[in-house]
Structures are given as C-alpha cells and as structure tokens.
C-alpha cells in the first residue's frame, strides 16, 4: 500500500528499491549498513538461489545473472558489484555460509554499537554475531579494503558509482524529461512523458496539448487540443469538435499523490530467480526510467491494459471512466504523484501541474496521499508522523495554490488515509518471493530485517509491534478527519474548485474481495514483493469504487455524457491512440 519506494533496488538486485530510493533522496538516515546491505545481501542471495536452481557454480551463477540483463548500465553495474565482492561471494557461499554472512564479511553490512545484528536469512547456530567474528580471523585476505575509519557504501564501488548517479537523476525529475515546446506534454512514454501525461500531438507549439479548449475555428484545421477530434463535416460545413464536443462539459483529471496513485510496481519474477530469464529483465530501463511506476496502469490515470510477462491484470481507471462518458477528454489527464510524498512534499509537486484557467478545460483532481504522513524509517516512528495542524495548514495551502491555478468549474476528491495494518495481518506469517525456494523467510522477517536497517517504508506499520501498528492507525485517523474537516470548511470558499472527500477505499476493497474469495485471501490484492502497495487487480477496483463514489455523491464532478461517443468512435477511430 505506500510508500516511500527506493532507488537502491533498482541496481539489480532490486530489492532496497522499494524502500532506499526515496529515503535516499530525503537523506534519512539509516543504519547497521542500511541500502548498501540491503543491495549486498538481495544480490548474494539471487546468486546463491541461482546456484542451486541450475545445479552450477558460484562463478556461472553471477555470470549469469548479470547477462539477465541487455542494458549495459546494468550489466556493467552488476560486473563491477561481482568485481569487488565476487571472491567473497566465492569463497563463502562455496563454504555454505549464508548471504547475511558474505555481506559482513564484505563490510556492506555491520552493527553499529548498542543496535541489533540484523539478518534476512536465518542465523547460523552460534549466532551471526559469533560466526562472522569468528571466520573474519581466517579470511582477512578476502576482506573489502577500506580507508581506516570508513563503512563501505555500495556507490563507492568503482563502477557502481555513475550508476548512482544516474539513479538520482531519474528519481528526483518530475517533469517531462523531452519537452521540447514547454507545454508540460511529451512524445516520449518513460522519464515523465506521456505514461504520465497525454501524449503530446505537436511538440514544437506550446498552443497545442491536451485538455486546450479548441480555438474559433473549433479545430478546423489543427487539432490543438490532442484528443484525435479535428476537421470539418462535409455535410455541414461546421467543425467536428464544434458538433460532436461543444456543450458536453469535457474536463481532464489529474492525480497529485504518492506512490500508491503512481502504481509502484516490482515484478515477482525479478524476485524469485527460479522464474528469471533474460526476457523477464528486457523491460527493465523502461521501468527504472518510470521510477518503477506504472501509471499508465493506474486506477487514477491507466489508459492501456497490460500487456508485460511483469505486470498483468485489468486497468480500470477514473480516467478511462471519464473517456467513457465523453470521449472529447481523450488523452487528458496527467499523472503527478510521486514515491514517497507527504503532504509537505506535495507543496512543491503540485506546481507541476499543467493547465492554464482561461485556455484550459475544467480538472477533476484526485488528491491521493495514503500513508507516507504516518510511514517513516525513524525508530522512533511516532515523533516523525505528520501533526493534525501540519496537515491542515498544508492542506489549506494546497486548496488556496490549485484555486489559482485551475479552470472554473474544476473539482478535486480528496482520499482519506488508510489503515495499513491490514498488510501485517494478511502477510506476516507468508513466505516471501525470496523465500520460497528454501522456504526460509517470511514477511515478517523482511519488515525486521528492514527496521533494523532503517530502510523500511513504513516503520509504524510494517512491525511485529501491535501497539506502534495501532498508533499508526490512530494517527492515521486522526489526519483524516482533518482533512475532512478542512473540505467541510472550504467547500464553498473558494473560486474555481470544489472540493470533496472519499475514505480511502483500500480497506473496503479487501474486505470485499475476501467476502467473495475467503478468509485472509486479501494478500491477493498486494504486490508480492514490497507488500505494502496494491497490485494491479486492487487498483483496477480502486479505480472502480471511485468511479461509483463519484456518480453516487457528486457527479458533476465527472462531467456530462456525451450523446455523439459512439458517432466519435465511428470516424475517428482510436482517436490517434495514446
């Protein structure tokens, strides 16, 4: 369900990715070696599983696993990890030693005084402690070389370090990365482009892009407004826009949020080495470029449906129920939400938005912020949560800045927060993808490997800790009724927008499904890896429920049913696709 994804993962050994990325980027601390051994310890576990699955070596195993992948930014990022602990990888995995081992041995993961040892794997008989203590003394050769008083960090590694690198920059651009004429719209799909936003249909004029009411000549001549509508009937001499979308209150959506509207998604395949394979990977610079988002899948903004061997399921979107309705919103909508953001984030994110509010449509917003105010990676997880007053003095300044920016007429739904204590209850005592083969780690052994990290997502609910997880919760209910008290105050004060409010409807969905399927068969709606957001047959019932949120409470915020749909469909086709 949230949150705070991460960049770290994304190395290849992807796993910190969905916990360090972000963390990265905020700089919150961690510890006991943090991101660099988390990646260590993903990486010599794929290896060791591997081994075993193809009856090889150590050595063809990591050969292997490094030709998994085609882009040579990963290829090379993984070369250059074996380049450094390969020996160790070697020398101890040959010896049966378990990944937590090989990676204290390799200095990428310690314990720092008075904290716990942390381990993924279950520990050898004397302790992982006691064993590394003892096997340092016979293999200080094998040892990573450090400068006296440093802690390895995975980016220091020589080879690793641009990748890093790279890494950064695609994390912290929310902002088309091709954008030619400044409009906020892009021809390209991945690095904020049109998985994200409408494609744009003409990248040299800023005049031209989705959601522009269409100039006096009702789009005669170009189609300014990207949605495939454009020409004049031969029968009447008038313009089709003009015919077919004239007076039928079209309005785009926008989704401001994290990464639960953005639909972060890590493959199982890319977690489970006895279902890896070349092809499996071959999608994999796409993903990293979309910040292992998958919007276009969304139920906010989804406009396609899956077609990936890594990520498969129906896409039922809010957008594409406003497409239903009226096919004159083709192509408008823009995705802004962003991994790990809470409302201070948003304060920034939300001036991404692209609209101007005398050339522009109407917005429908979905201000979606489901956890990332009560999820943090802070031992003591309560005294970092976001205060009733924070949230609305935040939410206030929101409301005011999007007034300003958005057409007349325009809407925005804001979600409650959830109660995650539903992901503990339906995935503790599971075993997790890098589990399964020796059945030796469950999810509950993630959450405290991660914890003792402090890499976690989300500290408050991603605990054996019953009482922090029902702190958590009672936080979380507390900010959502302030953020229903600050709609109930502001539904008639401001210019341009109308605001709304919808509990999130996570819990209800689960609930539902397990009426349905059974007892606890709720795990079925979370993505296997991180365990934490809603996979892809939740977020098409996500985009469902909304929907008949909407109709039942406040359908003009969904726009007007345009008689001429399926006179649109019959000339204009897939009205130029997306």
Wanted: charged share 20%.
């Amino acid at each position: 369900m949230v949150f705070r994804t991460s960049k770290v993962f994304l190395l290849i050994f992807t796993f910190s990715c969905t916990v360090s990325a972000f963390n990265l980027i905020k700089r919150h601390p961690t510890g006991n070696g943090g991101h660099s051994c988390a990646v260590c310890t993903v990486f010599v576990s794929f290896v060791e599983q591997l081994t075993q699955i193809h009856n090889e070596t150590v050595v063809f195993s990591m050969q292997r696993l490094c030709l998994y992948f085609s882009d040579d930014k990963f290829r090379n990022t993984c070369k250059a990890l074996v380049n450094k602990i390969g020996p160790l990888v070697i020398e101890f995995l040959e010896r049966k030693e378990t990944p937590d081992v090989v990676c204290f041995m390799a200095k990428l993961c310690y314990t720092e005084p008075g904290t716990t040892t942390c381990h993924l794997f279950p520990p050898p008989s004397e302790g992982l402690r006691q064993r590394v203590e003892h096997i340092s003394k016979k293999f200080l050769k094998n040892r990573i070389k450090l400068e006296p008083g440093n802690k390895a960090h995975i980016c220091n590694i020589p080879g690793i370090e641009l990748f890093c690198k790279y890494l950064n920059w695609v994390f912290s651009k929310h902002l088309p990365g091709e954008d030619i004429d400044g409009d906020g719209y892009s021809i390209i799909e991945a690095l904020r482009g049109s998985s994200w936003r409408g494609r744009d249909c003409c990248d040299i004029r800023e005049d031209i892009y989705p959601g522009r009411r269409p100039g006096k000549d009702w789009d005669k001549h170009q189609d300014t407004n990207c949605n495939g509508i454009n020409g004049t009937n031969p029968s009447t001499g008038k313009a089709f826009e003009e015919e077919l979308c004239g007076g039928t209150d079209p309005r785009g959506i926008a989704l401001i949020g994290d990464s639960v509207g953005a639909h972060f998604h890590v493959p199982v395949q890319w977690f489970t080495p006895k279902l890896m394979t070349a092809d499996i990977f071959r999608n994999l610079t796409f993903a990293v470029e979309n910040e292992l988002d998958w919007p276009q899948l969304s139920a906010g903004t989804g406009y396609i449906q899956g077609t990936w061997p890594i990520q498969d399921g129906p896409t039922d979107s809010i957008y594409l129920n406003l497409r239903k309705r009226n096919r004159c919103n083709h192509r408008d909508f823009q995705n802004l939400a962003v991994n790990g953001a809470d409302v201070f984030d948003v304060q920034n994110y939300q001036k991404n938005i692209a609209r101007n509010q005398t050339k522009d449509y109407p917005l429908l917003i979905l201000f979606e912020l489901v956890g990332n105010d009560v999820c943090n990676n802070y031992p003591d997880s309560v005294a970092h949560m976001t205060t009733p007053e924070e949230m609305r003095r935040h939410l206030i300044q929101s409301l005011k800045y999007l007034d300003t920016r958005v057409p007349f007429g325009s809407s925005i739904i804001f979600y409650g927060l959830s109660d995650g204590r539903v992901l503990f209850d339906q995935l503790h005592d599971r075993y997790h993808p890098i589990g399964t083969l020796h059945k030796n780690v469950k999810y509950i052994d993630v959450y405290d490997w991660l914890n003792c990290l402090h890499v976690t997502p989300c500290h408050g609910w991603l605990t054996s800790n019953a009482t922090l997880r029902n702190l958590t919760t009672k936080r979380a209910e507390e900010l959502s009724k302030t953020i229903r008290a600050v709609v109930d105050e502001y539904r008639l004060k401001l210019r341009n927008l109308e605001p709304a409010y919808m509990d999130s409807p996570l819990s209800q969905i689960i609930t539902d499904w397990e009426r349905k399927h059974g007892p606890r068969t709720g795990y079925q709606l979370i993505e296997a890896v991180d365990g934490f957001h809603p996979n892809q047959a939740a977020n098409a019932l996500i985009g469902q429920f909304t929907t008949d949120f909407l109709k039942r409470n406040v359908p003009h915020f969904l726009g007007g049913l345009n008689k001429n749909n399926d006179v649109i469909e019959k000339i204009f086709g897939n009205q130029g696709g997306y």
